[in-house]
């Protein structure tokens, strides 16, 4: 199949819509379809990713700086007028939207000029988003135009890939009727096979001894990171020597630091930012004895899963997507969303060597339950239902077949 791929956001933004839609267009391609990903320029970072991938094509659009948000990029309306005759030159299987800004737009027009059908994947759940960004506008607002919203973009697309069934609940509150299919986004399993939490702690001055927990997240409010920080806080009086990794960047970053050291933890969390993927991200998972996860917002929660592969004991919260993720999952301990009862559980993690290996060991096999490989091929099924749809004859109304006779 030809599939184009449209979205307001990929790497080197790092994030778990980049790391969704790179998963997506690789496995695809190793299949043997053909990507074209569209995606905004972000200015000398960009080549290198596009190097990277070799896999698909990947066609950057001129972009610049959001106010508001100077991690991201809005694609330039001249760059979007520029490139539309060309991809609708082009053919098409399905358009895939993955955002819901000017790539939505693009993908619209781009169907409704060329006829072929659209999908879109609901990645975020905006409503509780939006306030961290726009924090001066009355949140009540905010959250109505953002289900607003969300009905009309999800009514303009043919059919919705939402992650989970948590998340297909929200839309149906929205009023939202476009039909959807629950497909989460997997990993490819052979990229967790790798890791030497030794090599990070050794390169890093962690001894081998510490009480080491980890958490990888975009250092946004929403991802209830300060809440992690008082639960290491809370750990201290038991585990004096606890070391802290947070693995990633965000808007967030200055304040959580602050936080830190006004809780008195300058010894016990150290900020890494973003670490590469395919060697440094995986030894830092794997020096964690437990990786934390507590966000309240995730449609999915990808962390969760790649921690699983790597084996990795998990406390996390269990909202949303992440309750999606962990359900009858043995290789983490779910709790509660309070800080005394989510130190207590991560404590009996820290204390019991027994736990962890227990809890380990499962990772690997709960994570075989989220490989690319099944998912992959139900996205190609229901890629191809919607591109026959769209090539069967319209029916003719008994007014139009009154005109034609």
């Not at 790497?11 to 267009?25: C, E, H, K, L, Y």
């Not at 000398?44 to 001129?62: A, K, Y």
């Not at 069934?165 to 399993?189: F, H, K, N, W």
């Not at 009086?237 to 630091?257: C, H, N, S, T, Y």
Request: charged share 20%; proline share 6%.
């Amino acid at each position: 199949m030809d599939i184009l791929m449209l979205s307001d956001v990929y790497f080197p933004r790092v994030n778990g819509v980049s790391t969704s839609i790179r998963t997506f267009a690789q496995s695809l391609a190793r299949m043997g379809h053909s990507v074209t990903l569209v995606a905004p320029d972000y200015g000398p970072d960009s080549g290198q990713e596009q190097h990277d991938s070799g896999e698909f094509e990947i066609i950057r659009l001129g972009s610049r700086v959001i106010f508001f948000d100077p991690e991201d990029r809005l694609i330039r309306a001249p760059e979007l007028r520029r490139i539309q005759p060309q991809l609708a030159r082009r053919h098409w299987d399905v358009i895939h939207i993955h955002t819901p800004f000017r790539a939505h737009g693009l993908g619209v027009r781009l169907a409704a000029q060329t006829g072929r059908p659209t999908v879109e994947t609901y990645h975020t759940y905006f409503e509780e988003y939006i306030g961290h960004y726009l924090p001066w506008a009355p949140a009540p607002l905010l959250r109505m135009a953002a289900r607003k919203l969300s009905r009309v973009l999800c009514h303009g697309v043919d059919h919705l890939i939402v992650p989970t069934a948590q998340m297909v609940e929200v839309l149906d509150r929205y009023g939202i009727r476009t039909p959807s299919t629950v497909l989460p986004t997997g990993i490819d399993l052979s990229e967790f096979a790798r890791g030497d939490g030794a090599r990070f702690r050794a390169e890093h001055g962690i001894a081998a001894d510490r009480p080491t927990v980890v958490t990888v997240s975009r250092l946004a409010v929403e991802k209830n990171i300060a809440f992690l920080l008082q639960v290491a806080k809370r750990l201290l009086g038991e585990f004096p020597e606890l070391m802290f990794v947070i693995a990633g960047e965000g808007p967030d970053a200055e304040r959580l630091k602050r936080l830190a050291k006004e809780n008195g933890l300058e010894r016990n969390v150290r900020f890494f930012g973003n670490l590469d993927r395919r060697t440094s991200l995986l030894d830092a998972y794997r020096a964690g004895d437990a990786f934390v996860f507590a966000s309240p917002t995730e449609t999915q929660g990808l962390v969760l899963i790649e921690a699983m592969a790597l084996g990795v004991p998990i406390v996390s919260t269990a909202v949303m997507g992440t309750a999606t993720v962990l359900r009858g999952a043995r290789s983490a301990v779910v709790s509660e969303d309070n800080v005394e009862a989510f130190a207590g559980h991560l404590a009996t993690v820290l204390r019991s060597p027994q736990l962890r290996a227990q809890l380990s060991a499962a990772g690997p096999v709960d994570a075989r339950a989220w490989s690319t490989e099944g998912l992959m091929e139900q996205v190609v099924a229901l890629y191809q239902r919607l591109a026959q749809a769209k090539s069967l004859p319209r029916p003719v109304s008994a007014d139009e077949a009154e005109i034609a006779g």
